[in-house]
């Protein structure tokens, strides 16, 4: 599984980065704000599982479920 948590390391951003640590989960950070927005992004923390970009609110969600 590929996770990648793109931040700006504001407070939400370390929200979803605990909890993936927390969890155990092998992630990657990119904080590359050009990156962020060639992918359309326009706000963070965005999680993106396997290719699947996720928002705050879906990635607390599938946190709470993945059970890793």
Do not use: Q
Request: proline fraction near 3%.
């Amino acid at each position: 599984m590929a996770v990648v948590l793109y931040s700006t390391h504001c407070p939400r951003c370390s929200v979803l980065e605990t909890k993936l640590k927390e969890k155990n989960i092998e992630f990657e950070i990119n904080d590359n704000a050009d990156e962020m927005l060639a992918k359309g992004f326009s706000t963070v923390p965005m999680l993106e599982v396997d290719g699947k970009a996720l928002d705050f609110k879906e990635a607390i969600v599938w946190l709470n479920n993945n059970s890793t």
